[in-house]
């Protein structure tokens, strides 16, 4: 069974639609739709972990609990990484990295793609 796959491309401060693509994320995965999820272009910066700001969700406690949701397929974007100077061990949790031509068989396979 074919997976949706949620793709985010905009930074974590850029608007609300960041949280509210990730909550909808974790909803499938708590109905056991196991999605797949692809950080791409600014998208990258949601997986470098930030201190808690007080009135505010902490995106990176809502991806880092990803795996207890059940959502183990967690790709970035290399050439994202290399445009804002990230190595791998940066950013948590720790994604396959994927590069451009693995794009178009991730979209292909999945059942339904959502985009923030």
């Known amino acids: 069974m074919a997976s949706p796959l949620f793709i985010f491309t905009q930074s974590p401060s850029a608007s609300d639609h960041v949280r509210e693509?990730?909550?909808a994320l974790l909803a499938c995965a708590a109905f056991d739709m196991h999605?797949?999820?692809l950080f791409l272009d600014q998208g990258i910066l949601q997986l470098i972990p930030t201190e808690d700001i007080i009135g505010t969700k902490n995106l990176n406690k809502m991806i880092n609990a990803f795996e207890i949701y059940g959502v183990k397929t967690i790709y970035a974007d290399g050439k994202?990484?290399?445009n804002f100077g990230l190595q791998p061990e940066q950013i948590n949790p720790q994604p396959t990295i994927l590069h451009e031509s693995n794009y178009a068989q991730l979209i292909t396979q999945a059942?339904?793609?959502?985009?923030?």
Do not use: K, N, T, Y
């Not at 059942?111 to 923030?116: E, L, Q, T, V």
């Open 21 to 23: 693509g990730i909550e």
């Open 35 to 37: 999605p797949d999820v």
């Open 111 to 116: 059942s339904w793609i959502m985009r923030f």
């Open 80 to 82: 994202s990484l290399l």
